[in-house]
């Protein structure tokens, strides 16, 4: 009997035994979508949050001995991330959608969405959990996909007025958790992701005595609010996810209304403007000491060169931050010579508004020399002018390589780029690789050249993005499996070092765990 006929023989079963969808309650913690349309328009349209999905089917064995605990996970992360489950016999439109080929599959749907390249929609890549079926390791899995957009605070290293200060006068009050923990909870986590924008997160360790006694604060875990006219207000009552929603929405800005039409979002994969101002007497600390690569356009007079300048600057930006950039005024005395020991004579004499020059990686550039560069004020050429000047962290594979590059590192995710655009690796996974090193590892591969790579990987259109993440055998400890996910996001820098860092946080802070 084929497994199609098994597949339909088990449905039927169902039906004639009566079975209905009895693994999760209707008003139990496990929420249940009955509809593609309900489920995309809210995890993957709605608020912003962390989705861990269950896609199974009610007849099932291994969903039926599942359930009890996937219900317990539900409970235990309410406020935390949502979960949800859904019976793809009921809706097969599922499978298709989610490439379902197994039950249960269980899904983590971050927080953010992008562009995808092929439908042009905004769409959520999702990463699939393949380790063992018990609930601790899959609240785990979800729980790391939580980014933080909380600050850590120590008046060892600057004062409580500084820190609400570092980052410009913010109109939002900030709430401070208390805590002898060394990492940041779960909870606190979504917390920073819920009111973004609406309210400043922070958190304090019990051993700064001077902050703690500056909040009257004696007991740990506590939280306390810094309303923005100063007004401090300390939480009273037991932490947990509703108690503190209560309480902070009475202090956090409002939050904003969501279009009611998310297809049709502008597509924001443009950074904001990268290039700083340094002054010559800074440039010693700011570039040449530093590690970077680093992209500098020596500038003439603003009064006469403004057009030439903006004109730089949009090219520049146009890079979307994969390489660090500043500016240095050549109009003065000191910014002239900088100028000329440079190689940008043009712009030190007047000649020219602007020239700009690339400064390699390493730390001991007062050594190197720069490279100035001499074509058209257009990010393309611009990209492939500084990636130059970039080391190469990416493994070039072909079927011979493959085991050696999974092999390397076994656990750490590992992220290829395949192509037919040559064997040159692309300067944007170049920068990838060296903006975002340690947790992840890089390879390109050249399917014109080695197509059996691409069908090992089962990858079909290109260029094409996946991300290679390992499990270990829940019944041999000892062997180790991987997951290919595909990047469905825009194939632009601004999109994959997005998607790159939120991967690269997740998987830093589950090694910092295990230490």
């Not at 004696?218 to 929603?245: N, W, Y």
């Not at 590992?414 to 890089?442: C, F, H, M, T």
Request: net charge negative; aromatic share 10%.
């Amino acid at each position: 009997m084929s497994r199609a006929a098994i597949y339909t023989l088990a449905t039927v079963l169902v039906v004639l035994s009566g079975g209905a969808d009895a693994l999760y309650a209707d008003d139990g913690p496990v929420i249940k979508f009955q509809s593609l349309a309900d489920f995309e328009a809210e995890v993957i349209n709605g608020e912003a949050a962390v989705w861990l999905v269950e896609f199974y089917a009610p007849w099932c064995g291994h969903c039926k001995s599942l359930a009890p605990a996937y219900t317990k996970v539900a409970e235990n992360l309410k406020g935390v991330v949502k979960v949800a489950a859904i019976d793809v016999d009921s809706v097969k439109e599922f499978a298709q959608k989610y490439g379902i080929q197994s039950f249960p599959t269980i899904k983590v749907f971050p927080h953010d969405r992008q562009m995808n390249p092929y439908t042009k929609k905004m769409s959520k890549t999702p990463l699939d959990y393949e380790g063992p079926r018990t609930g601790k390791k899959i609240a785990e899995f979800a729980t790391a996909a939580i980014p933080s957009f909380v600050q850590s605070i120590s008046t060892a290293d600057t004062t409580w007025a500084e820190f609400k200060t570092q980052n410009g006068a913010s109109p939002l009050a900030t709430a401070v958790l208390f805590t002898t923990k060394e990492t940041t909870t779960p909870l606190y986590k979504a917390l920073s992701l819920q009111y973004k924008d609406r309210l400043r997160l922070a958190e304090a360790r019990s051993i700064d005595a001077a902050l703690c006694a500056e909040f009257a604060v004696t007991e740990f875990p506590s939280v306390a609010i810094e309303t923005t006219t100063g007004e401090r207000v300390l939480f009273e009552g037991k932490i947990g996810a509703d108690s503190l929603v209560e309480f902070f929405d009475r202090y956090a800005a409002p939050a904003p209304e969501r279009s009611a039409t998310p297809e049709k979002e502008v597509k924001k994969d443009k950074a904001t403007p990268q290039i700083i101002e340094c002054a010559a007497a800074d440039f010693e600390a700011t570039v040449l000491a530093a590690e970077d690569v680093f992209l500098v356009a020596f500038v003439g007079p603003a009064e006469t060169c403004s057009a030439e300048i903006a004109l730089a600057a949009k090219a520049i930006d146009g890079l979307s931050g994969m390489v660090r950039a500043v500016s240095v005024s050549a109009a003065d005395t000191a910014g002239a010579k900088l100028a000329k020991d440079w190689g940008a004579d043009d712009v030190a004499e007047g000649m020219t508004c602007v020239q700009l020059a690339a400064f390699p990686y390493g730390g001991e550039k007062a050594d190197a020399d720069a490279e100035v560069y001499g074509g058209e004020m257009e990010p393309k050429p611009l990209q492939a002018f500084v990636t130059l000047a970039m080391p190469n962290f990416v493994d070039v594979l072909d079927k011979q390589s493959v085991q050696q590059f999974l092999q390397r590192d076994v656990m750490n995710p590992k992220l290829v780029l395949l192509s037919k655009k040559g064997d040159e690796v692309p300067g944007l996974l170049k920068a990838l690789a060296l903006n975002y090193q340690g947790a992840l590892r890089y390879a390109y591969v050249n399917v014109a050249e080695h197509p059996e790579v691409a069908e090992e990987l089962q990858v079909k259109k290109f260029p094409s993005v996946v991300l290679m993440l390992a499990q270990r055998d829940p019944a041999d400890e000892t062997r180790v499996n991987f997951g290919v996910q595909p990047y469905t996001g825009a194939l632009s820098y601004a999109g994959l070092s997005k998607f790159v860092s939120e991967v690269h946080g997740q998987f830093k802070e589950m090694f910092k765990e295990q230490q």
